[in-house]
């Protein structure tokens, strides 16, 4: 059944809901309206509301949900009034208008999608001591602007907080670090907030993923961030996504390995840091290489400067690193090519200088644009350092400093034989062995030999008899 509106194209207010009434019952019920307060005129309650144009009925034992795809030019506030909805999915369609201010009452509420549509306007505002049971809240990918929602300070069991591809501008407030404390997942990129990352962010003790890339944030790097609890360590168990015990699953777009992937199943193993895109300045700070658990780090687009932290190597599981685009200087450290899991590498477009590292993982990453554009670099797979002394085979790739592997294959063979000799001479009863051993064979080479000389002799003398 669905639930048809007629009017106006400019006013056509259609939404495609699909609810879930209990465990065992579902309701929708068909009907005609015109005008323009089809959401609005208050006949309806939440459990009269009905889909419009559904696509599918999300049959849930534990949660109603409400999950819709539609093309509309307009959104109303009905879904306000659906007191017990748990789950509200309107992404991906082309819903327009403000967000209503009455969203933040439906205390049910867990989880929220609404991007990739084309919602503007301020996120409304919430009272100063409101409840929110938002876990998950996603606006990204519309034309929002303003400020940080401050409605964000009540949701405190908030995990997922993406609303990035927008307009929303000023300070990231400091309250985020005490006030959402159960967020794993920031993603504010592609705004226009400016000034400098806020330290408190480290007070977050289950922040895993961390994306601010594209805004207008300056300063440096807080070395705070080095204490971020949850990515000091690898995630090796996920819950898929899950959300609340429910079958939905949370996902997230994320930048990975130069392309936007979306992560949905395997998010809760997923731990990275995208700074790019901005004006931070000053060093790296060294503290952040104690976020070993980290899978991805993109600094790049920055003014950066100093030289790349000597402990890179304690990102053990780090797959992809990008620093490019920055005024980094120095050598790259050695420590570098400890990176066992590197699979994505780019140091392009800095000040760096000296030999490139070797190692087993950094051999494998063959292409000279990594280190693009930093002129006093050499070593494979650039040309030769000046004062290299050993060859560098541009054809294929390979250093000929594993020679030092074929002397010592040489110099364990000759080790060995001379340890053979010495036991051979040290124990009489192995060198006596050894002796009549030697005795035998050189009797039956002997015998060998002498036969057909005796067997001639014999045939010479059998024709001189006769």
Known sequence: MAVHARGSPSLLICLCFCILLSSSERLAMSMDHDGDDFFDDGSFSDEEVAPARARRLYDDRRS???NSNTSTNKSGAAFCRLLSLQILDLSNNQLSGDLPDCWWQMEALQFMDLSNNSF??????????????????????????????????????????DIG????????????????????ILS??????????PS???????????????????????REIGNLISMKNPKINSSEGSLGGSTYQDRIDIIWKGQELIFQRILELMTGIDLSGNSLSHCIPEELTNLQGLRFLNLSGNNLSCSI?????????????????????????PSISDLQSLDKLNLSNNHLSGKIPTGSQLQTLTDPSIYANNPGLC????????????????RNGRNYDDQWLYYCVIAGVVF???????????????RRSIFLFVDLIQDKVTIVKLKPIDQYLSKEKSDSFL
């Not at 504010?188 to 990352?197: E, R």
């Open 120 to 161: 503007s306007g301020e996120i409304p505002q919430a009272p100063e001591f409101h409840y929110c049971s938002l876990e998950s809240l996603h606006l990204a990918g519309n034309r929002f602007t303003g400020r940080f929602p401050s409605v964000v300070g009540g949701c405190k069991q908030l995990a997922t907080l």
């Open 188 to 197: 504010l990129k592609s705004n226009k907030f400016t000034g400098g990352i």
């Open 379 to 394: 070593g494979p797979p650039l040309s030769p350092c000046a004062n290299d002394s050993s060859p560098y085979d541009v």
């Open 165 to 184: 591809n927008n307009g929303f501008h000023g300070d990231i407030p400091r309250w985020i670090g005490s006030e959402v404390q159960a967020l794993k």
């Open 309 to 333: 932290p000597l402990n890179i190597g304690n990102f053990k599981y780090l797959e992809s690193l990008d620093l490019s685009l920055n005024n980094l200087s120095g050598a790259i450290p």
């Open 416 to 430: 060995g034989f001379w340890l053979w000799c010495g036991m051979l001479i040290s124990i009489p009863g192995w």
């Open 200 to 222: 408190e962010l480290s007070q977050l003790p289950q922040l895993q993923l961390l994306d601010l890339s594209h805004n207008s944030l300056n300063g440096s790097i807080p």
């Open 64 to 66: 109603n949900v409400l």
